[in-house]
């Protein structure tokens, strides 16, 4: 962990965030500035800055079920939904995280 990290703060509890998703690798909250009327990220545990720094593939495992479960428990697999994960400076925090937002229609690409 980071000690000046919010995202660490958050998957520690320091920081008070409701979990819609969490297990022993990930947990995912509401974003606190959202974009799409679904807005969620998912964050490892541990501090890894970015998604080319993950070591262990079982990570990607946990990622993408937490993704999966947002996307059925918030019914976007018929609304749209996208997912994305920025790397190489381009992330507002260095602490790996994944956006899942909805809905997305095909003629909406915001």
Do not use: W
């Amino acid at each position: 962990m980071m000690k000046d990290c919010i995202f660490c703060k958050i998957a520690l509890g320091e920081i008070h965030t409701e979990f819609l998703y969490e297990d022993e690798y990930v947990v995912a909250f509401n974003d606190i500035h959202p974009v799409k009327p679904v807005h969620v990220l998912v964050i490892p545990k541990n501090h890894i800055a970015e998604f080319i720094a993950v070591e262990d593939t079982t990570l990607y495992q946990h990622l993408f079920t937490a993704v999966k479960k947002i996307i059925g428990e918030k019914e976007l697999q018929t609304k749209g939904y996208r997912i994305i994960v920025n790397g190489g400076g381009a992330q507002d925090v260095d602490h790996l995280h994944v956006h899942v937002m909805g809905p997305v229609s095909p003629s909406n690409h915001e």
